[in-house]
């Protein structure tokens, strides 16, 4: 074959007709006209078989198809937009329909499906590849081979070619629905060249109407065969093999946020990503802060992209390697990122006017590696979150911890836990058993049916957008994805739980390990008497964090960051030449090789860390509290043992604001602001606000707000607030004084409580003692609210006791608190037990 025989994109599936009426055709005309589509268009293609895309618009349905009316609309309406679409025509379902009559098919086929079981594999298969062999086999009518061959001819000579390569696709009349996504029913084929090839990728695309998973997803759907039509698209290929391709979402894919834009890519041919054969990059863009003109990119995570499909010497496609160098760098710059959100706010914002709601939309891209441009080459609605009018958040927590066998990119955020099946060719589907955890190196659309009965997971490759992710969504079964080794470290009828509740990071643990399920309904909770915030400190959680019904977060800890996502001492960044070991030497070297300097490296990654969680609250507050590790914790960190003194009692030494104006850290502290201002300045999230922790002396607080003025953040401008702990008596006693510094107080309970009883929080001795509810520490808490309100300013709370005491949450209201921040999974409990008072 000179062409590629590929599964179509992950989300052409096939819908009920009532279901085409409620999807594309709401967008098509709004609902008051969707009774009337069909008649309409009915009447309109009675004799239409070939037509250009640019002719066809998402009224044109009926006859197209979901993917062709699509590709028209977007051809049509958002070109003045700037958005770039190849050009292409399409096969009418009338074309289809023509073909099956002329053959003599169409009631052959009917009389197969009719006494079908799709139960008996054996019997499905036989049928569907007769019926497929019926269809391929049967010339196209005269008169279709003469328009298809002139429409080709005009398609060439638009791009200067005698006969140009291009996509052969199909595009059903239930496809595409923002009600159904049924991942990989059709074929596609791919780099096909010359009327020839054109002629049998034609007849086999509308052949592909039968395949097996075809056939039986209609059959569960209680879909009539007699009511399925199937349109072909034939469009331009971009040679994105010479470049890169991707999938982009209007929301991200795992929480269903649809605050952001979620863009991932590799090397070549955009199937490598949905099919799952690469781990591709991934880049976060938050829309609202796009739109005001900022350059929101809050996350790039750098995928593995081992493999690209590119063009053979004889047109046709092959899997090459990709070279060291090109996997070690993102497939886009920040400027083709940010345009091609552009273009999907652009897209989502057209079908959501054409829709009359909300409609997140589901994109492929491709950039033609000669002249450098990008194009969209499909959109369609997403499928999986965009029904989801109400949303509840389901919240999955381990009860306990295992051994962790191997490590990818959680789907979702659910655990199962079963035994292990390995399936490595379609041949083994037959070997697994309800329940059982699918193990592969990526999957197909073939294993569908059995995907359905698996209680998880697990591939060795593939991104957040590939086949096995999109389906897993769907089914609502937990998956990790790109695992690269799962195969070698899993074996048959190992027991094992997947978890995907931890982050972006989906683990595999060793054993059944027990879990909870908790079930929120943000719509059904109470209004609490005071705003309720959360606490902070992964932003792999923030987005399914951010749906749960709080006023913002309260503290964002970013002494996660450091050690999580940059591992590396501050002042090891600034001065490596001081760092002794020459592991630790190394190690910085190879942690920071992608930044432009190990400075920007600690910059970028606290930026990217604090830009994900203020844009899954924004436009709430998120209060970002500087660096308050103690010196042990600090030394602990790559470098750290060069930069950090030896104390008898860290807790109450060298820690919080004492750190930013001392020269053995000052320069870390300005890495510090310089991450918070490219946050603020330029992602545009002026939801961002500081907090100073243990600060004790008024010249204190002085001191650190110079030093964050030399570093580009001032009080005041661009609307910045700075609030300082309230975890100190001398914060209590001195309340007047430090509200002329600060904007507000949130109250560290832990380390107000450990000073004011004069206890080590960490002594297990002492244990009885620390009490947060002791009457000095409430009246501690009761006098600096007073004192605060009296010099206009507002106390929040952001330490333990809230969360674990409702008696104490209850306290602090009638105190007067003007918030109170709390861990997550406490957020719900709390709330209600608030509003019964």
């Given amino acids: 074959m000179r062409y590629l025989v590929g599964r179509a994109d992950p989300n052409w599936g096939e819908v009920s007709a009532s279901a085409l009426l409620s999807g594309w055709a709401a967008l098509a005309v709004g609902q008051t006209r969707a009774r009337r589509l069909h008649s309409m268009n009915s009447m309109s293609r009675a004799k239409t078989r070939i037509v250009s895309l640019a002719d066809v618009t998402l009224d044109s349905l009926s006859s197209v198809g979901g993917k062709n009316a699509s590709l028209g609309e977007m051809i049509r309406e958002l070109g003045a937009a700037g958005v770039r679409v190849p050009a292409g025509f ?37 049928t569907g590849r007769e019926i497929r062999r019926r269809i391929a086999s049967a010339p196209l009518p005269e008169d279709l081979v003469a328009e298809a061959r002139a429409a080709y001819g005009d398609l060439s000579k638009r791009y200067g070619e005698d006969a140009t390569d291009v996509a052969v696709r199909s595009s059903a009349t239930a496809e595409d629905l923002p009600t159904a996504s049924f991942a990989g029913q059709q074929e596609t084929f791919l780099n096909v060249c010359g009327w020839h090839e054109l002629d049998r990728a034609i007849r086999d695309c509308m052949a592909s109407l039968f395949t097996d998973r075809a056939i039986v997803y209609r059959r569960k759907q209680g879909i009539d065969d007699r009511g399925v039509g199937l349109s072909v698209c034939v469009q331009k290929m971009i040679r994105s093999d010479l470049a890169c391709a991707g999938v982009i979402f209007t929301l991200d894919t795992e929480s269903g946020l649809r605050e952001l834009v979620l863009v991932t890519g590799a090397w070549g041919l955009g199937e490598s990503v949905v099919q799952g054969r690469v781990d591709p990059d991934e880049f976060w863009i938050h829309k609202e802060t796009l739109r005001q003109g900022y350059r929101p990119i809050v996350r790039r995570e750098l995928g593995d992209k081992r493999i690209r499909l590119v063009y053979g010497d004889a047109r046709s496609v092959s899997e090459k390697r990709v070279s060291r160098e090109d996997r070690s760098r993102f497939v886009l710059d920040d400027e083709e990122i940010l345009q091609l959100a552009r273009w999907a706010i652009a897209i989502e914002d057209h079908y959501s006017k054409r829709a009359g709601f909300e409609t997140p939309m589901d994109i492929e891209w491709a950039k033609d590696g000669r002249s ?262 600090y030394a602990d960190l790559i470098g750290g043992s060069a930069f950090e003194p030896e104390e008898a009692n860290p807790m109450i030494g060298f820690r919080g604001a004492s750190r930013y104006y001392n020269e053995r850290y000052r320069e870390g502290f300005a890495l510090e602001c310089r991450a918070v201002k490219q946050v603020r300045d330029e992602m545009g999230f002026k939801n961002v606000k500081v907090m100073i922790p243990f600060c004790r002396t008024l010249e204190e607080g002085r001191r650190v707000l110079d030093e964050m003025k030399q570093n580009g953040l001032q009080r005041g401008e661009s609307e910045l607030e700075v609030l300082v702990m309230a975890e100190i008596p001398n914060n209590v006693i001195l309340a007047e004084e430090f509200s002329e510094l600060f904007d507000g107080f949130s109250i560290g309970s832990n380390d107000l409580t450990q000073l004011v009883l004069g206890v080590d929080r960490d002594s297990q001795i002492l244990s009885e003692v620390f009490d947060e509810q002791d009457p000095g520490v409430k009246r501690m808490i009761s006098s600096l609210i007073d004192r605060a309100h009296k010099a206009d300013r507002k106390v929040g709370i952001c330490g333990q006791a809230p969360s674990d005491h409702p008696d104490f949450a209850a306290f602090l209201v009638e105190a007067g608190i003007d918030s109170i921040s709390l861990i997550p999974d406490s957020l719900p409990g709390v709330l209600e037990r608030l509003a019964r008072r």
């Fill in 372 to 633: 450098g441009d990008l194009f969209i080459v499909q959109a369609r609605p997403e499928t999986i979150h965009s029904q989801n009018r109400a949303p509840s958040v389901e919240i999955y927590r381990l009860r306990e911890r295992g051994n962790i066998i191997t490590t990818g990119k959680s789907v979702g955020s659910k655990i199962g836990s079963g035994s292990v099946r390995t399936i490595r060719t379609s041949a083994e589907l037959g070997s697994f058993r309800d329940g059982e955890v699918l193990v592969a190196e990526m999957t197909d659309p073939d294993w569908q049916p059995v995907m359905a009965r698996a209680s998880a997971l697990v591939t060795e490759h593939g991104g957040r957008t590939c086949h096995a992710a999109i389906v897993s969504r769907e089914m609502g079964i937990p998956c990790v994805v790109g695992t690269g080794n799962a195969l070698s470290m899993l074996r048959d009828g190992q027991l094992v739980t997947v978890s995907c509740a931890e982050g972006v990071e989906g683990r595999v643990y060793e054993g059944a390990l027990g879990f909870d399920r908790q079930v929120v309904e943000p719509a059904a909770l109470p209004t609490p008497p005071v705003p309720l915030m959360v606490n902070l400190a992964n932003p792999d959680s923030a987005f399914q964090t951010a749906q749960l019904p709080s006023a913002g977060v309260g503290l964002m800890r970013v002494e996660f960051l450091v050690t999580n996502w940059i591992g590396i001492h501050p002042m090891a960044l600034v001065h490596p030449d001081r760092v002794a070991s020459a592991d630790d030497r190394s190690e910085i070297l190879h942690r920071t090789r992608h930044a432009p300097s190990p400075e920007a490296f600690f910059v970028d990654r606290m930026a990217s860390g604090i830009a994900v969680i203020a844009a899954g609250f924004y436009p709430r507050p998120v209060i970002v509290r500087f660096s308050d590790f103690k010196t042990n914790e």
């Fill in 90 to 126: 399409a096969l009418t379902t009338d074309a289809y329909h023509l073909h099956l009559r002329e053959a003599g098919a169409t009631d052959e086929i009917l009389r197969h499906l009719a006494k079908l079981d799709v139960e008996n594999l054996d019997a499905l298969a036989s």
